[in-house]
């Protein structure tokens, strides 16, 4: 299973950007998509989940903000950001636990990451 992420761009304060996340590979299915984001010089902090047939989780600092979606059947994830601040500059990174229908294993997947720069 393969996740690309796309969408990150140069946008200034205040504006909006749409982020998106496809997986790809075989006979799986998507329980959980996530994303994440790292700044300069910081850990990767996790600010939003959704899970399949479950509610959206945010992190305090992008709640009210931004919003994760889930197509599960179309196994893609958006996270549409509004009101941009320069503190979420970032690279995003999509993540998504999987199942493997054939084997019913378990397994966690990285998209690479998109950058997110918010300028003031």
């Known amino acids: 299973v393969q996740l690309q992420a796309s969408g990150g761009g140069l946008v200034q304060a205040g504006g909006s950007l749409r982020l998106s996340c496809v997986a790809s590979g075989s006979s799986f299915s998507i329980t959980t998509f996530a994303w994440y984001r790292q700044a300069d010089g910081k850990q990767r902090e996790l600010i939003a989940t959704a899970a399949k047939g479950g509610s959206a989780n945010y992190a305090g600092s992008v709640k009210g903000r931004f919003t994760i979606s889930g197509d599960f059947d179309k196994n893609t994830a958006y996270l549409q950001m509004n009101s941009l601040k320069p503190e979420d500059t970032a690279v995003y990174y999509c993540?998504?636990?999987?199942?493997?229908?054939?084997?019913?294993?378990?397994?966690?997947?990285w998209g690479q990451g998109t950058l997110v720069t918010v300028s003031s």
């Open positions: 993540n998504a636990d999987a199942i493997l229908i054939a084997t019913a294993r378990y397994l966690g997947v």
